[in-house]
Structure formats: C-alpha cells, structure tokens
C-alpha cells in the first residue's frame, strides 16, 4: 500500500493569477458593504467632511498594507496573519487566536452585509416592514449565502465574478450621477463638503477617530489577497505594485463618493438613511429611472462581501478542525458536494445569532455596530501583523530578497491600529460586547478541542502548518 503524502510531497498550487487577474480580485474585495452602508453612519460623526475619515482609514491600511507586502514577498504562502503569528511568535494558542479572530471577522462582515440587504430589499419594494420583518428577511438572505456556499466553491466563484460587477457598477453609477448632478441644475451645495458637525459630546478628534474606526470598515479586503500568494505569478515583483495600486483606487472611489453624497444630499437625511447612496442617487438624477434600479443594484452588491466572507470563514474552520484545533465534527466534509458542510452551518448559525442580536438588543444602528465590529477585529490583527513584520527582520532571508518597509511605518501602523481598537477612540461598547462573545466562543471551543484530543490520545495538537489552514476539500 502506497504511504499517504506528507505536506512537503504535496503537489504546489498552480500559479494562474497574473498582475490583471490579481488588481481586479484586490479591488472587488475592497469596494463592497462599507461604502453603500456606511456614509451615512460616517457623515453623522464628523458632517460634511465624510471624505476624511475614508481617506485616514485609506491611510492605515496602506501603511499596514506596507507590512503585509514584506511579510508575503518573504513567505509567498497561503494564510496570511495566522501564518506570520506563528512564524513571529511560535505560541499555538495564539496563532489560533488570530485565525480564529479573522474567521470571526469574516462573519460579522457577511452579517453587516445580510442586514443592509434587507434595509434595501424594505426599500426597493416600498415597504413599510419593522426591525423583525427586516431581521428575519437578513436571515434569509444568509441561509441563500450558506446554500451556495454548500454547493460548492465552483459556483461561489462564478457566482463572485457577476457580483463584483455589479458592486463596481453602483459605485460607478454613484459617481456618473455626481458628475451629472454638478453640470446640471441640480442642487448642489459645495460648502457641506468641508463643514464639521460633531456630535456635542465630542471635539473634533474624537469625531473623526470615531467615524475613521467604522470607515475602516470600507478598507478591509485587501489583506485576503495574501492567501493568493502560492497561486500569483512571480508573487515577489507582483504583489508590492498590484496591492499598493488596488488599494489606491478603492481609496480614490470613496473619496469621491462621500464628496458626492454630502454635496447633494443634507448631512442630517444621510445620518438617518438606512440606504444613503440610494438618497444620493435620488438627488442628483430625479429625472432619471436609476433611482428605482439602485436598491437593487445595492442588494446584489453586499452579497459579493457576504459571499466571500462566508466562504473565508467555512473553510478557516474547516482548517482549524483538521489542525486539532476544534472539533473534529467541524471538519466533515459532505460525500456528494465535497464541501465542509458542518463548519458552514456552524458559521451560518454564529451570523444568524448576530443578526439577531443586532436586530431585536441593541440600540443603535444594527449596520454601523456590525460594520464597527469588523473593524475591530480586523485592527487587532493588524496590530498584530505590524509588529509580527518587525519581529521577523531576524528571519533574514538573502535568496532571491523580497519587499522591505520602510521601518517606521509599521511602528505607525501598529500605534494606529491599537488607537482604533481601545475604547478612547469613540467606538460603541457593544461592539466590543459582539467581539468578546466570538473570541470567548473559540475559547471554549478551543479548551473542549483539547479534552476531546486527550480522549482520543492525540498529542502535540495545534496549528502546526498554517498554511493549509483555510485548504477547501
């Protein structure tokens, strides 16, 4: 009988993603949920001037984008922040940790878009329905997002594709409307672009750290491009000028469109719209049936960042259970559709209890504390990653070199990343309630994990190979 194949003897990923290939998935990844959701949310903490907190968010993931770029040119694998936590620090329970985190911050992002979809889908149907209504229409909408995900990643993708169209086409819309808007006689009011209205309780600083911690929000993507790694053509030369250039463009597109959103419509109607780009639409092209088309484009959109979240977040858990982990159950794989099956209904069920929560508990805007909430996460780890870049200049590697940041900035980007994440920089405590839950969730998952490998007499468990952590089956 033929030995089963180590990890070393296992055939590499084929490399079929060149510099096009790999702008067009950086980019689809970034523009999604935060721009159509959020502006609003954004405009009612600082007022008019809701371009600079996505420009200072755009500045933080750049400068932590900076530290991604070393870490990938230097170990060209899949996993991303799971991988570099482990290679910096070498502890299992914290490479869990931040694989366990990322995965939640998956979840919270497909839930912040499963709940903008059901806003727009009251909207786009001129109905009148309440919180409960909404809720459970956003829990169907993430039962769908689970069925394609559980037929397999083949129809994800091409299911993917048709979505980040569409999303891409919205944003442009938003903007083909602005310009329309400005050379016609639409009402334009030019001096909103640059007014501060802060909230009473909060001087200008606060207002903006607070409304740049959920615009950050809009950013988050980019790092998911590092798991592209061991499938990009010559990821050394590659990476560095396709991610800094994806990056670059998302930034521009919602400068523009938070320029345009505040210059036709009042600060005070966007803070209090649940779908505020569908407003803007309706400002600048009264005469125009785009009005009618938008909330659908806008609901078709979201489903891209639900899609791809969902699909991180099954296979990461898939992973986890194969590494020891989590519980074995976590990694059945179904026989007919080959797809992990019970870490995909396991992740339904955690989104579905944040719908939930955020829908029927909290106070608040339910969009702008699920949105808060993957910013949160997701700063964490990268705060993690600008220091984990720095403790790996002691991996020195001379064979074939490999991108190298300037050292200051990821000092920066850490600072600023760990500013974001502590409770003075503004942000809600229920988010910070959403993000305990989840890390306790995979606590406890993680120590039942242990009693069941000490039943089963398996010793030495942990994330011993990262990379292969978020492998679909």
Not at 46 to 55: D, S, T
Not at 215 to 227: L, Y
Not at 415 to 430: D, E, K, N, T, W
Request: net charge neutral.
């Amino acid at each position: 009988m033929s030995q089963p194949e180590t990890v070393e003897q296992q055939p590499e990923l084929r490399r079929v993603m060149g510099p096009g290939l790999l702008l067009l998935f950086v980019v689809g990844d970034i523009l999604g949920t935060g721009v159509y959701a959020l502006t609003g949310q954004v405009a009612k903490e600082v007022g008019g001037a809701a371009w600079l907190p996505f420009l200072l968010a755009f500045a933080i993931a750049t400068i932590t984008a900076f530290s991604y770029l070393e870490l990938v040119t230097k170990y060209p694998q899949a996993a991303g922040a799971a991988l570099y936590a482990h290679k910096a620090f070498g502890v299992q329970f914290v490479t869990f940790l931040v694989a366990f985190v990322v995965m939640c911050s998956g979840i919270t992002s497909a839930s912040t878009a499963s709940r903008f979809f059901a806003d727009n889908f009251n909207i786009a149907f001129h109905l009148d329905w309440g919180k409960l209504a909404i809720a459970f229409v956003a829990l169907l909408f993430m039962a769908a997002i689970a069925s394609v995900n559980f037929r397999g990643v083949s129809e994800s993708v091409k299911l993917n594709v048709v979505l980040t169209i569409v999303e891409i086409t919205g944003l442009a819309i938003v903007i083909l409307v602005g310009l329309w808007a400005f050379t016609s006689s639409a009402e334009v009011d030019f001096s909103r672009v640059v007014a501060f209205e802060t909230a009473s309780d909060k001087n200008v600083f606060l207002a903006v750290t607070t409304a740049t911690s959920l615009a950050f929000f809009a950013m988050v993507g980019f790092e998911d491009s590092v798991n592209m790694a061991e499938e990009t053509k010559d990821p050394v030369r590659t990476f560095p000028k396709v991610l800094l250039s994806g990056l670059a463009i998302a930034g521009i597109v919602y400068v523009i469109v938070a320029i345009v959103a505040v210059a036709l419509v009042p600060v005070g109607d966007l803070a209090a719209s649940k779908a505020p780009l569908i407003d803007v639409v309706k400002a600048g092209a009264p005469g125009l049936p785009i009005d009618d088309i938008f909330p659908f484009i806008s609901m078709f959109a979201v489903s891209n960042t639900a899609l791809i979240n969902m699909l991180m977040a099954s296979r990461l858990i898939y992973g986890m259970s194969r590494q020891h982990v989590l519980p074995p159950v976590l990694g059945s794989v179904h026989p007919r559709r080959l797809t992990p099956w019970v870490a995909i209904g396991f992740t339904t069920l955690i989104a579905f209890g944040l719908i939930i929560y955020v829908s029927v508990f909290a106070s608040g805007n339910a969009v702008a504390i699920l949105g808060g909430t993957t910013s949160l996460l997701l700063l964490a780890v990268f705060a993690m990653v600008n220091v984990a870049v720095l403790v790996l200049r002691r991996d020195v590697r001379e064979k074939g070199g490999h991108f190298k940041t300037p050292t200051a900035l990821p000092i920066i980007g850490c600072i600023a990343s760990a500013y974001l994440v502590l409770p003075f920089s503004g942000r809600p405590v229920q988010q910070y309630i959403l993000a305990g839950i989840l890390i306790v969730v995979g606590v406890l998952l993680f120590l039942l994990t242990m009693v069941i490998n000490r039943q089963l007499g398996i010793k030495g468990a942990g994330i011993t190979d990262p990379t292969h952590l978020g492998d679909a089956p």
